[in-house]
């Protein structure tokens, strides 16, 4: 095992320089100039081209690229255009909000999504398992800005249960009720992944019921909640905890839509606010931090395959 994770982290090394690369160009070749930007439109020519002088924005991209990457492998991201900080200061100051909505929205998804498909596999074809189906549909089909609009509406400004915006820090200011405010973003985002994961849920466990050793375990008197929860689910995890480990990644990386409908101030916004301002160094930053937190989540996911089925072993 040992040297299967050391193998593994050694191959995030070119990875995650593919993704450097990727990124680098790309946004290089999106139209606009972050000089003009941060100078405004009535700047002269003059400064324009001195700020990208001093930004090193003059300079053939091949330069360029040379120059970021020897910096980056000695942990320097770069300054951001904008903020004028460095980009790892940056995403620090962002990362909490997306994060705790992240795990927030697991606990939704996870909650929901597993019994929900547990109790449909235990009841295929009743009225059950078609309402869960039906829940499970509308989960994927409904636009997660209404859903969160509508949560907004009912909770925030009807009844007035839970705030409707903004996220105050929990750590910095030690408040753990705080987390209130994540409460509608995270319905709003586990919704739609507690419904897949419902779906898999199902249709792994009902795989998994038709096998030999459950129709043993039954007819030796083992209680039917037994055989669903210590026989049947375990044996079906693999596929579930493969779903939720890229899930956790995906919620990560996918906030956009949620945080700028709730103005939480997470690497959604971020990404959006400085694509808008041509921000480079951020939007590189933060696309190695989504490609790191990936390969991490994948290779977690891979330990845990070994923990759940005995008969899986890592070289």
């Known amino acids: 095992m040992v040297s299967y994770i050391m193998r593994r982290v050694l191959a995030l090394v ?49 330069i360029q690229f040379g120059r970021y990457i020897v910096d980056v492998f000695h942990g320097d991201f770069g300054n951001s255009i904008f903020f004028h900080i460095p ?23 996870f909650v929901i999504g597993i019994p929900s498909g547990i109790l449909a596999a235990a009841k295929p074809n009743t009225w059950l398992d078609q309402a ?7 989960g994927a089909s409904i636009p997660s800005f209404w859903l969160g609009l509508l949560l907004m ?26 987390l209130r405010y994540l409460v509608l973003p995270s319905i709003t985002l586990g919704f739609a992944n ?14 998994v019921l038709q096998e ?8 030796k008197g083992v209680a039917e909640s037994c055989v669903l929860l210590r026989h049947a689910l375990r044996n079906a995890a693999i596929p579930i905890v493969t779903v939720l480990g890229f899930t956790f990644a995906g919620l990560l990386s996918a906030t956009v839509v949620t945080e700028s409908v709730f103005a939480l101030p997470g690497i959604g916004r971020l990404i959006v606010e ?24 994948n290779l977690l996911t891979d330990m845990t395959y070994a923990m759940l089925d005995p008969r899986i ?3």
């Open 14 to 62: 070119p990875t995650l320089f593919l993704v450097l690369a990727v990124s680098f160009f790309l946004i290089h070749f999106i139209p606009g100039d972050p000089a003009v930007v941060m100078l405004g439109p009535h700047a002269t020519v003059e400064q324009i081209e001195a700020l990208r002088h001093e930004m090193g924005l003059d300079q053939p991209i091949g």
């Open 87 to 109: 980009v790892t200061h940056v995403i620090l100051q962002r990362v909490e909000p997306s994060v705790l909505l992240a795990l927030c929205s697991m606990v939704v998804v």
């Open 132 to 138: 869960f189906l039906v829940i499970a549909l509308l």
């Open 153 to 178: 509406l009912v909770f925030a400004v009807n009844l007035g249960w839970l705030p409707s915006s903004g996220f105050p820090s929990v750590f910095e200011t030690g408040n753990i009720s705080n």
């Open 194 to 207: 507690a419904a897949l994961l419902a779906r898999l849920t199902r249709s792994s466990v009902l795989d």
């Open 212 to 219: 030999d050793y459950i129709n043993t375990a039954r007819a």
């Open 274 to 297: 400085s694509v808008l301002r041509r921000d480079y160094p951020v939007i590189q930053g933060v696309m190695v931090f989504v490609a790191f937190l990936y390969l991490s989540i």
């Open 313 to 315: 072993h890592y070289k």
